[in-house]
């Protein structure tokens, strides 16, 4: 299903914290947001999976505006993984993972062998299963990072929102947990602050800036060495990447624009 955003808007105390923001999701594709620290794409991601609501605005996901369904579609249609998406219980790490069934069941049923084996091989693709039975709160950032992830695979959305999914994770599990997703067949918007990162895992990018989107397009298009000037006021050269052809930013650590 595509995830279609129309002109979104998010004012708190005043402060226009998202403004007018409309992004199309295609199905099964990949978009990022990229911004400044502050631009607003993490509190666009809350109105995404109902943390947060709208001041003006829709949301849809195969044209169902989530506004309208309950709690439980909409959390079987959208599954997210936020910054302070932190696990304060002592549980095992497979039964964190096993929440992501709960949008699935009715009371305190238990989980069939099918949601047993969805959940192994969540874990498995993760690289976590041998952590199964590991209190998740014994967990390096890194580990609990990929568990949440984990969590979320299994309650097969049809939208997965990622606020900064790579964060704390080394540069091998980042490559495979970007690698999975662009495999997965899944309809996913995700925050990256690493630009580069952006340009290999997703298949359009938009940049917001002060609340706006300001530039949406391929990566080839939209990273440009005048637009990461503007936009986040650091000097870049953009180069092909060598093995990908994609787009690469080499900074400079002279002074900032």
Do not use: W
């Amino acid at each position: 299903m595509d995830l279609r955003i129309d002109g979104l808007s998010v004012v708190t105390d005043g402060k226009n914290l998202v403004r007018d923001l409309s992004l199309t999701v295609d199905s099964g594709r990949i978009v990022g947001l990229v911004g400044p620290n502050g631009s607003g794409k993490s509190t666009a991601l809350r109105c995404v999976y109902r943390a947060l609501r709208p001041t003006t605005g829709t949301v849809r996901v195969g044209g169902d505006d989530l506004s309208l369904l309950t709690m439980r579609r909409g959390a079987q249609l959208v599954a997210a993984m936020t910054q302070d998406g932190a696990v304060d219980l002592d549980l095992t790490v497979e039964e964190v993972v096993a929440l992501g069934r709960a949008p699935h069941q009715r009371g305190n049923q238990a989980l069939t062998g099918r949601e047993r084996e969805l959940c192994a091989r969540a874990m498995e693709r993760l690289g976590i299963r041998r952590l199964a039975r590991r209190s998740v709160l014994t967990l390096s950032g890194g580990e609990r990072q990929r568990v949440l992830l984990a969590r979320a695979l299994v309650q097969e959305p049809e939208v997965l929102v990622l606020d900064e999914p790579t964060n704390h994770l080394d540069v091998r599990h980042q490559v495979e947990v970007l690698s999975y997703l662009r495999g997965a067949g899944l309809t996913v918007l995700v925050v990256l602050h690493d630009l580069n990162l952006a340009a290999a895992a997703c298949d359009r990018i938009g940049v917001l800036s002060q609340g706006r989107l300001v530039a949406a397009g391929t990566p080839g298009d939209v990273l440009t060495q005048e637009l990461v000037a503007d936009v986040f006021g650091v000097r870049a050269s953009v180069v092909p990447h060598p093995l990908t052809g994609g787009p690469q930013l080499l900074y400079s650590l002279g002074p900032s624009l």
